[in-house]
């Protein structure tokens, strides 16, 4: 099946995410050559249209069957228009493509069906459909294999992130991605060679702003924090919220819209009926910050401090999240962006895709169990082969 990706030429991997915050595409063309090594070739990103956005969003917060079917072929057509947008221009297709998908929900935690205890993912993509618009192979559906051997499917992005960032370090580094959700790789330089010393998500990274946002009418999210930057945060409310169980556990531990989501919000909302937008803002803006920034923290014993602090996602354009963030860290950590090792803040996931779906191509196991806690390793996705 693999016959034609040989080791003694390149292959060029288009990874393509669509996060939680499902408002577009981010495709990144990596280049793998021959001895293991990398470049990335390009990063474009495909924006959906306020009809796209809104059918996304519908399907991310409530979806019957029907609705679940057609979606998954609708989000492969948008993946469709993605890539043909993205090809334009260019002088060949790429060797493959490795697609995240669109969450619409993630149960890691075991619930009990007629005495079976059950876990799964959902992330919407008709793989066979894209590589058939495409003409071009596909392998997508990377979580499933992590949670069939007991792991959460989430985080991924370790394996990738140690590729990315493990080597020409000498202090220890925790990479951030603020996306809708937010999550963290801790890389220890401490013994013979770069390793993970953990990995999950955090818990929310703009999901909880972009909502009120949105549901306020003021647009699809604050740009540059500068609604948060104008108010002053709700002590109460900062509190009770950051005393929620999700942050007190250990990890391997992973979440999503299904626990930090609309239904969160106007609770919060609720309790401040007299709070102005801008109070409401900077509230959320921290607790995306202190929750981060506590889980770094609590490191202590898997990393050394001072570490070093790498935020990518959209939260790293966000000037006042990073000024918060900085200042919540200082003398602990030093806060910069992945930009610092030659990898844009918006290409982090995409990129990281590219190299799982490299992995696969290998055979190589890409789940970081004490990660995900998987009871074994996993070669992760699924491969759909390019239409005729």
Known sequence: M?????????????????????????????EFKP????????????????????????????????????????????????????????????DLIAVHGQTVWHQPTPVVWDEIA???????MNGALLAHRCRVPVIC????????????????????????????????????????MANLTAISVAGKMPAVAC????????????????????GRFDADGCLAASGSSLKQQLDEF???????????????????NQTRLAGLIESAADAAPAEIMSTLLDITVDSIADAILRLEGMIRFPAEVLVAGGGARNSELMKRLSAKLLGRCDV???????????????????????????????????????????VLGEYHPAGL
């Open 118 to 124: 059950l876990t799964g993912t959902l992330q919407l």
């Open 35 to 94: 001895d293991g090594s990398s470049r990335l070739l390009w990063l474009k990103n495909f924006d959906y249209s306020d009809a796209q956005f809104s059918r996304i969003q519908g399907l991310m917060r409530g979806a019957d069957a029907a609705a679940i079917t057609l979606g998954a072929s609708y989000v492969a057509e948008l993946h469709a228009l993605a890539c043909k947008k993205f090809f334009e221009n260019e002088p060949c297709l790429p």
């Open 336 to 378: 910069s962006t992945t930009e610092k090792c030659g990898v844009p803040v918006m290409a982090r996931e995409a990129m990281a895709f590219a190299i799982l779906g490299y992995a696969f191509l290998r055979g190589i196991p890409a789940n970081v169990q004490l990660a995900t806690g998987a009871a074994s390793p996993a």
């Open 2 to 30: 693999f016959e034609k990706f040989t080791r003694e030429r390149p292959v060029n991997i288009l990874g393509m995410m669509s996060g939680t915050s499902g408002d577009g595409i981010d495709g990144c063309l990596v």
């Open 141 to 180: 559906n990377f979580r499933a294999a992590d949670m069939a051997a007991g792991g959460q499917g989430a985080p991924l992005v370790p394996f990738a992130d140690l590729y990315l960032f493990g080597r020409e370090t000498a202090r220890d580094r925790v990479v951030v991605n603020i996306g809708g």
């Open 242 to 260: 950051l005393a929620d169980q999700y942050f007190k556990l250990p990890p391997p531990k992973s979440t999503g819209r299904e626990y930090f």
């Open 199 to 218: 990995a999950f998500d955090t818990g929310p990274g703009n999901v909880l702003m972009d909502a009120f946002m949105q549901s306020s009418g003021l």
